[in-house]
């Protein structure tokens, strides 16, 4: 099956920071989700990207599917407690007549406060 | 806002016993997902459903495993015959569009699975 290889694995910032995560794909996706995971509960949805190159902002979040659509990236800026969490990257690609969702291994997120 | 609710929180079962997890999607969704996450490792897709049929299945999704929309609003992953290995967290999932310019998944807060 397809794989992304998501980085860092972990990352531990201070209250403030600007924080970049990014996932990388050997095989080409049509669709890059961005998920945030909590303790004990399901990924919540961040960011949907749906064309090559489209770069897509929600609040503080920045995702941008990469223009060989073998790649996503997400800032987050300026940086809260309520930050932390696990990111999750999530890819597909519908044109091999698949709908399902491979995800990357997660980025954990510490905030200092 | 609408979400994908998921019963129950917790299930502990014995080796061999069979399991219902129950998911209600959100209710003008039209597709239907199962996925798993073992502790500590990705999530992982097992099956996608629509219009009363599985649409899609992952090698994980073998015979032991069925899905099941019994009536318009619940949405059920069985477990014949429980292993030690289906030990996970499963996450019930719906979108209301499939394509390549609408579809968002909305995941449940999932079902923690231990098989003792």
């Known amino acids: 099956g397809q794989q992304l290889n998501q980085s860092p694995q972990s990352m531990f910032i201070q209250e403030g920071e600007d924080v970049s995560m990014n996932c990388t794909s050997s095989?080409?996706?049509?669709?890059w989700l961005w998920y945030k995971q909590d303790p004990g509960e399901g990924p919540v949805l961040l960011i949907a990207?749906?064309?090559?190159?489209e770069l897509t902002s929600n609040g503080r979040l920045t995702a941008q599917f990469g223009i060989t659509r073998k790649d996503s990236f997400l800032n987050i800026s300026a940086s809260i407690p309520s930050d932390v969490g696990i990111y999750f990257c999530?890819?597909?690609?519908?044109?091999?007549?698949?709908?399902?969702?491979?995800f990357g291994k997660g980025t954990k997120l510490s905030v200092i406060p | 806002e609408p979400e994908v609710t998921q019963t129950p929180s917790h299930q502990v079962t014995q080796m061999g016993q069979e399991v219902i997890l129950r998911c209600v999607p959100i209710?003008?969704?039209?597709?239907f997902y199962w996925y798993r996450q073992i502790l500590g490792q990705k999530v992982e897709f097992l099956v996608s459903f629509y219009n009363n049929e599985i649409s899609e299945k992952s090698e994980i999704f073998d015979d032991q495993f069925s899905v099941e929309r019994p009536d318009g609003s619940n949405f059920t992953l069985k477990i014949r015959s429980t292993k030690l290995e289906d030990s996970a967290m499963y996450f019930c999932?719906?979108?209301?569009?499939?394509?390549?310019?609408?579809?968002?998944?909305?995941f449940g807060s999932g079902t923690q699975l231990s098989v003792l």
């Open positions: 999932a719906s979108s209301r569009d499939r394509g390549l310019t609408n579809e968002k998944l909305f």
């Open positions: 095989s080409i996706f049509n669709t």
């Open positions: 999530a890819g597909r690609n519908s044109g091999a007549g698949s709908y399902q969702l491979t």
């Open positions: 990207l749906y064309k090559a190159g």
């Open positions: 209710s003008n969704h039209l597709y």
